[in-house]
């Protein structure tokens, strides 16, 4: 018989998607695919899935944002009239609800079907049919919107999330306390002496709202970070 000494390290699968409406893996047209992402409102990581790159991108973005609390990969479909006066059915790509309980329904789609299918004008009679009890607010997000070196970022903080690493996140705010001023990241490094590790630890201190840097250049050992006041 095995004997687990510790049972926080057997392995959970993450929770399943919530997603209302069955996503297709097999399409030649755009990406498909998932994020396991541990969020506030869950006790343990969760799958998200995404249909298209822009999506994928997107849900990092979000992923990264402090104030996100819950993200609702294709919630529930939201029924209305369109210009013609016919019943029609939408399914937004995220619900987002915020920490301070503010809801964000998010349609994401490239910016040439915006133009072409008019979707701007579309996506006004959906936003008239959302219950109040479903969103506070409706985003359409193009590629467009993206900064590729704040998704970048973004996608950096995500990889550097899956492996939680307590010892360098606490090392790294010892030598937070004692910071005067700015600093590179490079220089933050070497005084920890965690090479590697500090350099996580720091871009994780960065989204959690300890540093400040500049989110929509792409985070280096040459970024300047001062402390959070």
């Known amino acids: 018989m095995n004997i687990i000494d510790n049972p926080a390290e057997v392995f959970r699968p993450p929770l399943q998607s919530r997603a209302t ?3 297709s893996l097999r399409s030649k047209a755009s990406a498909r695919g998932l994020v396991v992402a541990r969020l506030p409102a869950d006790p343990h990581p969760r799958k998200i899935w995404f249909e298209s790159w822009p999506e994928y991108k997107c849900l990092l973005l979000l992923l990264a ?5 819950n993200i609702w990969d294709q919630p529930p479909k939201i029924r209305y009239r369109n210009r013609d006066g016919k019943f029609c059915n939408h399914t937004f790509d995220y619900l987002v609800t915020l920490t301070n309980g503010e809801r964000i ?3 994401v789609k490239p910016a040439a079907l915006v133009i072409k299918r008019d979707f701007v004008d579309e996506l006004s009679y959906v936003a008239a049919a959302v219950p109040l009890d479903f969103a506070d607010r409706v985003w359409l997000i193009t590629e467009k919107n993206l900064n590729k070196d704040e998704v970048a970022n973004a996608e950096m903080l995500h990889a550097f999330r899956r492996k939680p690493d307590v010892e360098a996140d606490e090392a790294i705010d010892g030598v937070i306390a004692d910071l005067k001023g700015g600093m590179t990241i490079g220089s933050l490094v070497e005084v920890s002496g965690l090479g590697a590790r500090g350099f996580r630890a720091i871009v994780r201190a ?10 929509q250049e792409k985070i280096t050992y040459a970024t300047r970070v001062e402390v959070v006041a």
């Open 206 to 215: 960065i989204f959690d709202g300890k540093l400040s840097a500049p989110r």
């Open 21 to 23: 409406r069955k996503i």
């Open 105 to 107: 329904a998010i349609a």
């Open 65 to 69: 944002m402090a104030e996100v609390y």
